[in-house]
T-cell receptor
Framework: EDQVTQSPEALRLQEGESSSLNCSYTVSGLRGLFWYRQDPGKGPEFLFTLYSAGEEKEKERLKATLTKKESFLHITAPKPEDSATYLCAVQATTGANNLFFGTGTRLTVIP | DSGVTQTPKHLITATGQRVTLRCSPRSGDLSVYWYQQSLDQGLQFLIQYYNGEERAKGNILERFSAQQFPDLHSELNLSSLELGDSALYFC??????????FGSGTRLTVV
């Protein structure tokens, strides 16, 4: 059965304090690993898709990396506007092509 | 604006009632996915439609049903509502790429 575990559940950072969010996954075959950002009461906003181990993608202060068992979302010098819940999801090569989500990491960046 | 439109944004109804949530996918996307997000749970996949046909089912209750119309918009019908059905309901659409685009959601409150 597909499983996605995100840690930590919540993270508080001072503005400028870099850190990483973890997403561990178990899937029969990985078609893609997705990162989304979700603000309270709003829909998830797409950030990155990673397809194979060793792949990296960057966008502004965010960088996502992928290994065979986990993905990291690195946040460099965060700003208060980076405060949100970050969701990780996997899409398997077998079965339905829906996304299977973790429960997210709630990030708070303090000015 | 993500291009995925969900209506209504908010819905308050009584237990035992029936409601219909509507989703218009991003232009050109043939797949529509419905997800439920409760306070204590992550995004739970309910059902997928592709070009008018049901493609995959997740943890969808028998009291819930959905359909996709020829113009590709989709409706999620929730009946015999219970307090525990209170949640955010999201629709997402996808096209040729594996990425999903989410709508802003419908917040359902059952009283």
């Amino acid at each position: 059965e597909d499983q996605v575990t995100q840690s930590p559940e919540a993270l508080r950072l001072q503005e400028g304090e870099s850190s990483s969010l973890n997403c561990s996954y178990t899937v029969s075959g990985l078609r893609g690993l997705f990162w989304y950002r979700q603000d309270p009461g709003k829909g998830p906003e797409f950030l990155f898709t990673l397809y194979s181990a060793g792949e990296e993608k960057e966008k502004e202060r965010l960088k996502a990396t992928l290994t065979k068992k986990e993905s990291f979302l690195h946040i460099t010098a965060p700003k208060p506007e980076d405060s949100a819940t970050y969701l990780c999801a996997v899409q398997a090569t077998t079965g339905a092509n829906n996304l299977f989500f973790g429960t997210g990491t709630r990030l708070t960046v303090i000015p | 604006d993500s291009g995925v439109t969900q209506t209504p944004k908010h819905l308050i109804t009584a237990t035992g009632q029936r409601v219909t949530l509507r989703c218009s996918p991003r232009s050109g996307d043939l797949s529509v996915y419905w997800y439920q997000q409760s306070l204590d749970q992550g995004l739970q996949f309910l059902i997928q439609y592709y070009n008018g046909e049901e493609r995959a089912k997740g943890n969808i209750l028998e009291r819930f049903s959905a359909q996709q119309f020829p113009d590709l918009h989709s409706e999620l019908n929730l009946s015999s509502l219970e307090l525990g059905d209170s949640a955010l309901y999201f629709c997402a659409s996808s096209g040729r790429s594996y990425g999903y685009t989410f709508g802003s959601g419908t917040r359902l409150t059952v009283v």
